[in-house]
């Protein structure tokens, strides 16, 4: 594959990658700037320095979290369509790429009859959150990736 092949290929993880160093930069800042005002003598200086070291530890954790969910995804997407199950993107677009949010939402009951249908079955309640992050709700779409994630795991 050629280098601008594979940066095709690789782009949401480049750009995950490079968020997530961004972010590391950012939390070891603030943990640097934390440390300096809990060395301060003034008890406010003090108390925000206390406060900035949640930062870090919450920052890293929600990190951390983030990454694990959506390396179980590609994992749980990679085993779907090496079964054959992923659904085929026939959705029509928008001259701007998006899908067309009507078709989305007609194609939606079915996913959502499926995992209705077979409700400990992780691959129907994957393809429900295909169909729900196509229809641009992305809150119920990460809920029904996290209890696909959890069935997979579970079995």
Do not use: C
């Amino acid at each position: 594959m050629s280098p601008v092949g594979w940066l095709k290929a690789n782009r949401t993880k480049i750009w995950v990658g490079l968020v997530a160093a961004l972010l590391v930069f950012y939390l070891v800042v603030t943990f640097d700037r934390a440390r300096l005002l809990l060395s301060d003598p003034e008890p406010v200086a003090k108390s925000i320095g206390a406060a900035y070291l949640l930062l870090p530890v919450v920052g890293g954790w929600a990190l951390v979290r983030e990454l694990m969910f959506g390396a179980r995804l590609e994992r749980l997407g990679r085993q779907l369509g090496e079964e054959g199950g992923l659904p085929e993107d026939t959705l029509p677009r928008t001259p701007g790429g998006r899908i067309v949010r009507e078709a989305a939402d007609a194609e939606f009951g079915r996913y959502r009859a499926e995992a209705e249908a077979a409700p400990d079955d992780w691959r129907a309640w994957y393809r429900l959150g295909l169909a729900y992050d196509a229809a641009g709700d992305r809150k119920q779409a990460r809920g029904a990736m996290r209890r696909a994630i959890g069935l997979h795991r579970g079995q």
